[in-house]
């Protein structure tokens, strides 16, 4: 069973910087996609990141391009997400995923995401 544990939300105020950290257990990890989503108030869940294997590919969503880093760490099991910049905006519990193929086509749909964390919350005040 493949389990994915999120950690290092937090409150921040606008500027700062946060970074959070995936673990991810019961599948070889380093074979598949990992990405992060994001859920805010009222809003549909919407794509942020994504890295492909060692980390050779990685995607943003355009709001956070520059501000946000995907890196993963394939000996730990474990993918990071450091925030930088943030904004009032960026408010929203923040979701880990891994899909159901390795493949990286489609890393911006929900759908194509098998496996999820439970979500950390990310609070920017302005």
């Known amino acids: 069973q493949v389990q994915l544990v999120e950690s290092g939300g937090g409150l921040v105020q606008a500027g700062g910087s946060l970074r959070l950290s995936c673990t991810a257990s019961?599948?070889?990890?380093?074979?598949?996609?990992m990405a992060w989503f994001r859920q805010r108030a009222e809003k549909e869940r919407e794509f942020v990141s994504a890295i492909y294997l060692s980390g050779a590919w990685t995607y943003y969503a355009d709001s956070v391009k520059g501000r946000f880093t995907i890196s993963r760490d394939n000996a730990k099991n474990t993918v990071y997400l450091q925030m930088n910049s943030l904004k009032p905006e960026d408010t929203a519990i923040y979701y880990c995923?891994?899909?159901?193929?390795?493949?990286?086509?489609?890393?911006?749909?929900?759908?194509?995401?098998?496996?999820w964390g439970q979500g950390t919350q990310v609070t920017v005040s302005s």
């Open positions: 019961g599948r070889t990890f380093s074979s598949y996609t």
């Open positions: 995923a891994t899909k159901r193929t390795p493949y990286i086509s489609n890393y911006d749909r929900t759908a194509e995401y098998g496996f």
